[in-house]
């Protein structure tokens, strides 16, 4: 079975380690990458390390694109990728020594309406031979806020399952649709809520407000914290070890892919939590995505912390 990643937004992934960044300053870089990226294309990776296959699909510049069709390749993606005239953005990661990492996201290209109906089109074709869809990131330029909600609400009516995993108002309009899991980090969630969540107790209960709208599984990254795992019936914590952080970059798509490997699986709560948890803090040791060292995971999956809270 293969699972429909949907990265609307992509981007070549130019990251720099360096000892300490100042602003207003010139900084050296000491080691650098650039790799193709995305949330969904790098959900795809890890999937694909995970033992499920991808199907790849969003809009994709046509003249940049060798890194992602080779990776494709790699990977064993079957791309269907609708080109665009134009360049992939490229966004820039400078991960200082000490773990902090600076974000520089560009806006992506600009996409019209005749492409927005291409893509429908598209979706309308996959969902005949995909259960699975992760439609993950931010939006590009041109297109209505609501696009997620939208699409989302589309692969509903087909019986399709949606992890949704975005940013801002392409967040707030998509949870509206009542995906299959979502997973936002505490501050998205905060920020959907309209305040600040002060505690696991406040985490649970807007987590609770999103199940009441229909979606099934909330997952609640909280960086080196972990992650509060809300359904109606549960209420799961898992906490990491503490790790040795190169680049969080991609973390929160580790966390994505692992979750839906474990669904697809059929795996329980406990189980798929713990599972994620581990993939998810696996990636912060390294500057890209995916399963480099299988015993290293293995090892990680047994110092996951693990307590079931109060179901409020
Ligand atoms: N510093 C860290 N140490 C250990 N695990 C981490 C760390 N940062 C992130 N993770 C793992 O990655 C998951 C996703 O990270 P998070 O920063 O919450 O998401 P996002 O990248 O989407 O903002 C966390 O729930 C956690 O399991
Ligand atoms: O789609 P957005 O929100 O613009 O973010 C794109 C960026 O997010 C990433 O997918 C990393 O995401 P996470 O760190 O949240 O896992 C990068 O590859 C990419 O540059």
Known sequence: MRVATITLNPALDLTGQLNTLTVDSVNLIDQASLTPGGKGINVARVLSDLG??????????????DPFVHLFEQIDARDEFLRQRGTTRTNVKLAEINGRVTDINFPGMAIDHQAVQQMEKKLTELVADHQWFVLAGSLPRGVSPTLYQRWIELLN??????????????????????????????????????????????????????????????????????????????????????????STVGAGDSMVAAMTHALTQGWDVTKSVTYATAVSALAVTQVSVGIGDQSKLESLIEQIQLSELPNT
Do not use: C
């Open 157 to 246: 009516k087909q019986g399709a399952r949606v992890i949704f995993d975005s940013s801002a108002d392409a967040l707030n309009y998509g949870l509206e649709a009542a995906p299959y899991l979502v997973k936002p980090n505490e501050h998205e969630l905060a920020q959907w809520i309209g305040h600040e969540l002060n505690d696991e107790n406040e985490i649970i209960k807007a987590a609770r407000q999103l199940i009441n709208k229909g979606i099934t599984h909330v997952l609640v990254s909280r960086g080196s914290d972990g992650v509060i795992w809300v359904t109606e019936q549960q209420v799961v914590k898992a906490k990491p070890p503490k790790m040795n952080v190169v």
């Open 52 to 65: 499920t296959k991808s199907t790849v699909s969003g809009w994709l510049g046509d003249e940049n694109q």
